[in-house]
Each structure stands twice: as structure tokens, then as C-alpha cells.
């Protein structure tokens, strides 16, 4: 079996360095776990002088990292990647700003990646580079020589080329791109988004729903949605359910039904946007109390749009409870902290409502969790934004657009007020559409697709 070398941004090294929470890691540990092979990618460190990549072992996994420079971190991680790409592919243009020099950083960034992870390969391996931090890495690595069959994989959406040109350098990101051998990507929306702007701004042909013809060459596209693992994560609510931090949690909202909001601290998440549809839930039922708690990791605190939104999120936080809290009844608890993935799924599982209302999401993960930490018997309902890839999985949940604070507050109001009838048939459902599914199925799907020459084996 040839070698996985994967290449990724943010890497959970054996130390702990990047305990981060995020999607990426969550997706890829128990496939490399499993698999062995080798993981490229940042130490997470910030130092004066970045050279050579530090070597670590874990089971079967080689982990083979180099550290940035204050000036590389602040201008392809912080300021390009998260400045730029971030908003622009998630469709939230106002948030981005753009320096040229980030750009030079980023591309640079990007050439440093292959100049370190060239000579670690072998002729046997087989690349998957991950995400919107290295959209060069795949051009690089063919600059340099390097004819491995190659995967590229983007976590988060891609929008309309219309909404993709405002990016600055991002018509030579998708020609870089367009140099490996098999993109995949969360939704079918996210790849003919891709596609539409390859073609043009990247000069290629599509020849089907999986294919194009990129300067000679056939590029394969595919759909895998990210999962997780439903059956683990059900076990963990269930055990967790009964754990200290679940019972002190349940005895604190005194058996008023628990509304449970998980994100990064991240404009996308559309946290201010929640939060107001929930002073409007709690504004139209007086005397009728709810407990929601909003738990937000802070993240990238580096860039401005994070840090005012932080600051945006403590002052509504601050003024539902100022408005509606009684001396013995606030009806917010917002905490700006990582938890324990297993404390949450306990919370999760004690929660009546899930809130998961991101203004655009590549798939959002913790929307299958919520699914998986039900009750069978008793399951809550998840409020699931429409803008996020899960909602393509995940159509009975009550949908919702975050844009509309007026309608999140309905959905809110009705997930409380659901008859245990109705909530068993959209859990069963939204149960259904995940059970099967696993981290590692989806890599070794993606993996599978990367080696085939068949393309009519290939994913639509
Ligand atoms: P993203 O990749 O944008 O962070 P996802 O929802 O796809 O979003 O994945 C996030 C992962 O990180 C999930 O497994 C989730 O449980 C975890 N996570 C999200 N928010 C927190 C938090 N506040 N504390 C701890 N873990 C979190
Ligand atoms: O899911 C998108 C993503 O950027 C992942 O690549 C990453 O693991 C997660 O969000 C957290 O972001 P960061 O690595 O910037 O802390």
C-alpha cells in the first residue's frame, strides 16, 4: 500500500501543541491513526529564525512540522489566509483586507511548504494537501518536480466566481490548485462553484460533473462531505450525560429547557446574528424561562475581525441579560472558552435545542454531533442554518436563515414546543443520514478516487 502524506496547515501534533478546536483535525486523526503515514505541515510555533522541519512519531504517524516567522504568521496565516481567503470563501466580503505584501507572504509560505516536504517524499506516495492555507502548494510541488499523485481537499465553501474575484491573487490560487490530480470538496454547490471559476479564470474546459481538462491534463473532481465518527460520539453523550460537569449543568437550569449553541469565535458562525434571534425568543414569552448557552473558542485573535467580534458578542450577551435577567434567572451564559470535546457531548445531550446557525459553513461538524448525542427516546431538535454544508444531509432539522432573526426566534420557539412525536421523526431521519458514515470512510473514499484511473468509479 503506497504512503499518505498529508499536508495541512494546522497539524495535532503527539505533544498537544495544536489542540485547536477545528474540523480538520477532528476529520483526519483516526483515518492517519489508523493508516499510518506521514503529516506535514506548521508546528503551531511562532519563532526568529524558521528552518528545517522537527520530526515526531505516534503510533504509525510521522509528524514532520515547520515553524513560521512573526512576519510569515502575520502574513499568510493571519493575513491572507484568515484576512482574505477566509471571508471571501465564505462569501463575507466585508470582512476582508487585503495588504499585497500578505499575498507575496502567503506565496512564499506556500514555496517554503514544498522546499521542506520535497525531499521527505518517496515514489510511492500519494499527496493530500488540505485547505484554503495552501492553494499553491499543489503548483509548487509540480515546479519542483514532484509527479506523486497528488489530492487537494477545500474544508470550507467555495462561492460563485463573480464573488471568488474579489480576492486579490486568487485567479493564480486556482491555477496552482488546478495542478493536482483530484479536488474534493463539502457540496456539489462548493465544486461547481470551483469548476465555474477554473474555467474562467483558470482556462479550463469542464468535460463532466467530475472532470476537466486543464492544459492537456485531466483534473477529477469529487463531493465528500465531512463526518464524524456518530456512533463513538452517541456512546460519549450517553456516558457523559451522567458526568460532574452534566450534572452540575442540569441541576443549574433547574429543569427550564437548555438551548446549546458550540462554535470557534468566528465571524461565519453567526454568533450576534443568534443572539438575537434569541433576545426576540425570550422577549415573546414572558414568565416562560429558557436557559441558553453559548460556548464560543476563541480563535485567530490575531485579526481585527475576530477580536471586534468578540467584543460585539460580550455586549449583547451583556444587554439580554441587563434586559431580561430577574435576581434569580439570567437567561444567557456565554462562555469564550474551548471544552473538552466529551464535556460537550454531554451537553449536548442534555440540550432540548441544538443552534446552529452559521452565516455560511463548509459542512459544520458540530451539527452531525448534536444529531449523534440524542436520546434516541428523547432526542432535542436541531436548529440548522441553511447556509451550512450539513443542512444537504440534514434536511430534517428545522431549517433556518440566520439573516432572519425574526424566523431563527420561530424555529427556536417551535423546537421548544415539539411534540416528542415529531422530534423522534426528524431525529430518526437526521439519524439515518449519518449513522453509516465515518472520518475514515470519507478519507479512504477520497483516497480511493485520488488512485483510480476509473472515472466512471468516481464520486458525483
Ligand atoms: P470549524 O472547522 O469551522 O471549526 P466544525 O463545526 O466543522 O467547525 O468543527 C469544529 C470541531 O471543533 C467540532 O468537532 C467541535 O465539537 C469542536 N469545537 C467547536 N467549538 C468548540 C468549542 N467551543 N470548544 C471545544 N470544541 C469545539
Ligand atoms: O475548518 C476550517 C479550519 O480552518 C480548519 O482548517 C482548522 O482546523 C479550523 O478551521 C480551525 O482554524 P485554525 O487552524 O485557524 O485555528
Redesign the pocket.
Known amino acids: 500500500m503506497s504512503r499518505i502524506v498529508v499536508v495541512s496547515n494546522r497539524v495535532p501534533l503527539p505533544s498537544g501543541n495544536a489542540g485547536k478546536?477545528?474540523?480538520?483535525?477532528?476529520?483526519l486523526l483516526g483515518l492517519m491513526e489508523r493508516r499510518g503515514g506521514l503529516w506535514f505541515g506548521w508546528s503551531g510555533a511562532v519563532t526568529e529564525r524558521a528552518d528545517a522541519p522537527a520530526f515526531a512519531q505516534r503510533g504509525r504517524v510521522g509528524y514532520a512540522t515547520i515553524d513560521l516567522t512573526d512576519a510569515e504568521h502575520r502574513g499568510y496565516y493571519s493575513g491572507y489566509s484568515n484576512g482574505v481567503l477566509w471571508p471571501m470563501l465564505h462569501n463575507l466580503p466585508h470582512l476582508m483586507a487585503f495588504r499585497r505584501q500578505d499575498l507575496e507572504t502567503y506565496r512564499r509560505v506556500n514555496r517554503r511548504f514544498a522546499e521542506h516536504l520535497a525531499p521527505l517524499l518517496r515514489d510511492e506516495d500519494r499527496i493530500w494537501v488540505h485547505d484554503y492555507h495552501l492553494m499553491c502548494l499543489p503548483g509548487c510541488l509540480r515546479l519542483r518536480g514532484i509527479r506523486n499523485p497528488t489530492g487537494f481537499y477545500l474544508?470550507?465553501p467555495f462561492p460563485s466566481p463573480d464573488a471568488a474575484a474579489v480576492a486579490p491573487g486568487i485567479r493564480g490560487l486556482v491555477q496552482d490548485v488546478l495542478a493536482a490530480d483530484m479536488l474534493g470538496f463539502q457540496t456539489a454547490a462548493d465544486r461547481d462553484n470551483f469548476a465555474s471559476s477554473a474555467v474562467s479564470f483558470g482556462g479550463a474546459l469542464r468535460t463532466g460533473d467530475s472532470t476537466m481538462l486543464c492544459d492537456g491534463r485531466v483534473v477529477r473532481l469529487g463531493v465528500f462531505p465531512?463526518e464524524?465518527a456518530p456512533r463513538e460520539f452517541a456512546a460519549t453523550a450517553e456516558f457523559q450525560a451522567r458526568s460532574e460537569s452534566s450534572r452540575l449543568l442540569a441541576k443549574s437550569v433547574q429543569g427550564q429547557a437548555l438551548l446549546l449553541g458550540?462554535?470557534?469565535?468566528?465571524p461565519?458562525?453567526g454568533i450576534p446574528e443568534r443572539l438575537e434571534a434569541f433576545r426576540r425568543l425570550v422577549a415573546r414569552r414572558p414568565g416562560r424561562r429558557v436557559a441558553f448557552l453559548q460556548?464560543?473558542?476563541p480563535?485567530r485573535e490575531e485579526v481585527d475581525a475576530y477580536r471586534r467580534l468578540r467584543e460585539e458578542i460580550d455586549l449583547a450577551a451583556g444587554s439580554i441579560n441587563s434586559e431580561f435577567g430577574e435576581p434569580d434567572w439570567l437567561p444567557l451564559r456565554l462562555?469564550a472558552?474551548?471544552?473538552?470535546?466529551d464535556t460537550?457531548a454531554g451537553f449536548m445531550r442534555l440540550a432540548r435545542v441544538g443552534v446552529?446557525t452559521p452565516l455560511r459553513?463548509?459542512?459544520?461538524?458540530?451539527?452531525k454531533?448534536y444529531v449523534a448525542a440524542q436520546d434516541p427516546a428523547d432526542p432535542g431538535v436541531l436548529v440548522l442554518s441553511r447556509f451550512a454544508g450539513a443542512a444537504a444531509q440534514l434536511g430534517s432539522s428545522l431549517m433556518v436563515n440566520p439573516h432572519d432573526a425574526e424566523g431563527v426566534a420561530e424555529a427556536l420557539q417551535m423546537a421548544l414546543d415539539m411534540p416528542l412525536a415529531e422530534r423522534r421523526a426528524r431525529w430518526r431521519a437526521a439519524w439515518d443520514a449519518i449513522a453509516d458514515t465515518s472520518p475514515e470512510g470519507w478519507g479512504e473514499r477520497f483516497l480511493r478516487s485520488l488512485s483510480s484511473d476509473d472515472l466512471a468509479a468516481m464520486p458525483v
Open positions: 478546536a477545528g474540523g480538520l483535525a477532528v476529520a474544508h470550507v465531512a464524524i458550540v462554535d470557534r469565535l468566528d461565519t458562525k460556548i464560543a473558542a480563535s462562555l472558552r474551548p471544552q473538552a470535546r460537550l446552529v459553513d463548509g459542512m459544520n461538524l458540530v451539527a454531533e
